[in-house]
């Protein structure tokens, strides 16, 4: 059944035009893009006015076409090789203590994005020695070596979003696959992601002490029981924070709203997400992957 008429706890606050402005302003000035405006996030308005703001790299043209995000798809742009620099410097400006970087999907690029998304770490780590980076990555098409690229950089935290249980996922995100992006996060977080595998001395690969975090959606016609064993699938990839929030339609041409779970649905998940494991769970309706993401890692 699709549901049309949002729920009454469902309250997306506006955006401050004077933030907004200024928000604008900064990310006009090193020629930059958020994946706040660009992917309609609820929380833009609470951010912006916050100071905060998810950096969204490599262009503002994705080359997938998932049935559930805003962002515009075509043919990108070849990357901009400042943008590491400008990233760095716009978050210097707004004195960030917490960076996060995402970027669109460059399925079209040899290394995805890597590089690009490793030389944006160095140079906040340079710029801001005591911001903490933490980076939300594609899934690579499964290249080991990109991934390696970004571990190697050492972010703080690494994320990559499931966003769907395994069912749904050739409806929702058809160029994706939920057992490769499982993967990532196991390989991360067991410390195989690196060619160069630092050992013990009984030979034993050790962990990587890099925080991963995934998020899913709700509201695409999953059932309760297929969050659940989406949840204990990210657990026994290692991964440490889980994002849940509520799927809401970007615009008529993607896929509709197939439930709103109410408040009480999302303690239910948080609560059972902290009885598997995970560091912390956030979990309500307006949450998104950069959610309260300074709040989060500083805690682990």
């Not at 035009?17 to 893009?33: C, I, Q």
Request: with cysteine; charged share 25%; aromatic share 6%.
């Amino acid at each position: 059944m699709v549901i049309t008429k949002k729920p009454d706890w469902i309250r997306v606050k506006g955006v401050d035009e004077k933030v907004l402005n200024e928000m604008k302003a900064l990310l006009d000035r090193y020629h930059l893009h958020t994946v706040c405006e660009s992917a309609v996030c609820p929380n833009m308005g609470s951010c912006f006015k916050a100071g905060t703001a998810t950096f969204m790299i490599l262009g503002d043209i994705c080359t997938r076409n998932c049935a559930f995000c805003g962002v515009s798809t075509g043919k990108p742009l070849m990357p901009d090789p400042e943008e590491p620099k400008n990233v760095a410097r716009a978050s210097r400006d707004l004195n960030l203590k917490h960076v996060v970087v995402t970027s669109v999907t460059r399925d079209d690029l040899d290394d995805g994005g890597a590089f690009i998304f490793a030389e944006t770490i160095r140079h906040i780590h340079a710029t801001l020695p005591d911001c903490r980076v933490e980076v939300l990555i594609p899934d690579f098409q499964g290249d080991a070596e990109a991934l390696a690229t970004v571990v190697q950089a050492k972010p703080d935290v690494l994320n990559h979003n499931i966003e769907t249980i395994e069912r749904l996922y050739s409806l929702v995100r058809p160029q994706a696959n939920y057992r490769r992006s499982l993967e990532l996060l196991a390989r991360v977080k067991s410390g195989t992601a690196l060619p160069a595998r630092v050992v013990n001395l009984s030979g034993t690969v050790l962990p990587s002490h890099v925080v991963t975090k995934s998020g899913i959606m709700v509201g695409l016609g999953e059932t309760t029981a297929e969050i659940e064993e989406a949840l204990r699938d990210l657990r026994a990839a290692g991964c440490d924070i889980v994002t849940i929030g509520q799927y809401l339609r970007p615009s008529l041409n993607h896929l509709p709203v197939q439930k709103y779970y109410t408040p009480d649905e999302f303690i239910y998940f948080r609560d059972f997400g902290a009885a598997l494991g995970f560091q912390h769970v956030e979990s309500a309706p307006l949450v998104r992957s950069s959610y309260h993401a300074e709040k989060v890692s500083s805690a682990q």
